[in-house]
Each structure stands twice: as C-alpha cells, then as structure tokens.
C-alpha cells in the first residue's frame, strides 16, 4: 500500500513563504518511475480545490490559477518525496493542503477522483 505524509505547514503572515513535502512511502504496480502527485487544500465551507500536480517523471507539472507566479512543485531525483514551494502567501491560502498519489499513469491530473491514496494532510494557515 502507498503511504503519503505531509509536512511543513503552520502559521504565517502574508508574503511569507512555506515549504511542503510530501514523503511517499511503499510501493504498489510496477512504476519504474515516481508517482503522478497532487496537491490539495481544503478549506473550510469549501470543497477540496487542486493546487498543483506533477506527473511521474516530475518534468510536467500543473497549476492552479490562482497559484500561478506564487507556488512550485516538485520531485525529488528518488521519486520519493514531493514538494510544494509557495512564496508571497495570501490569506485565501489558507486550508488543510493534502497531497495524493495515482498508482498508475504518466500524466499529471487534477481531479481528488483520480487519485487513490492521500495523505492526513498539513494545516496552513495565513494571517496577519
């Protein structure tokens, strides 16, 4: 079974800069490469919104529009770990963001359905 845990949430203040890591651990299918990977928050009253994916290579990646300039992912030569940089943080930041892993597949995708295991997730939360 695919293990996912995240760190390196907590409390800033607008414009500052967070690091997430999303360390993936066990292994299911026969991927020679890493896993597609998403990264999710969920805010309260909100539903679940896509951040940012990357896919198995780590050499495609999507952003949401609202991230686009402010936040990077990326994957580790290992395959093994995740990261999600996100500079200039705003209060609309804020949430519990959760990373998932597809077991199978090259691209990256956007859809909380397309993935099959997720993480507990880490809090950010951005306030002044």
């Known amino acids: 079974q695919v293990q996912l845990a995240e760190s390196g949430g907590g409390l800033v203040e607008p414009g500052d800069s967070l690091r997430l890591s999303c360390l993936i651990s066990?292994?299911?299918?026969?991927?020679?490469?890493?896993?597609?990977v998403g990264w999710f928050r969920q805010a309260p009253g909100k539903e679940r919104e896509i951040v940012a994916a990357i896919n198995w290579t780590g050499r495609s990646t999507y952003y949401a529009d609202s991230v686009k300039g402010r936040f990077t992912i990326s994957m580790d030569s290992t395959w093994n770990t995740v990261y999600l940089q996100m500079n200039n943080l705003e209060p609309e930041d804020t949430g519990i963001y959760l990373c998932?892993?597809?077991?199978?597949?090259?691209?990256?995708?956007?859809?909380?359905?397309?993935?099959?295991?997720w993480g507990q997730g880490t809090q950010v939360t951005v306030s002044s």
């Open positions: 998932a892993a597809r077991r199978a597949g090259r691209n990256y995708y956007t859809r909380a359905a397309d993935y099959d295991d």
């Open positions: 066990g292994r299911a299918g026969s991927s020679p490469m890493g896993y597609p």
